[in-house]
């Protein structure tokens, strides 16, 4: 299993990884391999998909809580919102899912928003950070 307390597979302040946590199946349907390729593609599908009114993917900006992959490859993402009261709150989940879909292996979606913990400024990556231009 790939979980570290907000992290994927790097240490706090690292560029490429946001707050967010990636879990996955460890059983021999899914080799060691096939998982970090997994991994490393949904995580690519998610940087395509951007709030339209931040110039920042939903990735970078830390709006992604965890990724849970299965031993059937069916992918579970919990995700939240810079705001409850987002405009395009009804549609980003399809967004979501509609990027994870297109990636090749995997079996089906489904996509959790959640308000707990409500997101902040502290989850955003360094990349988004200059993105955004808030140092």
Known sequence: ????????EGE???PEAPPSAVSGATAATLSPEELDRLTDDIIAALKTVYDPEIPADIYELGLIYRIDISDERFITIDMTLT????PVAGEMPGWVETAVLAVPGVSGCRVNMTFDPPWDQSRMSDEARVALDMW
């Open 1 to 8: 299993m790939i979980e570290d307390a907000g992290r994927i």
């Open 12 to 14: 706090a302040g690292s």
């Open 83 to 86: 705001a409850p009261g987002c």
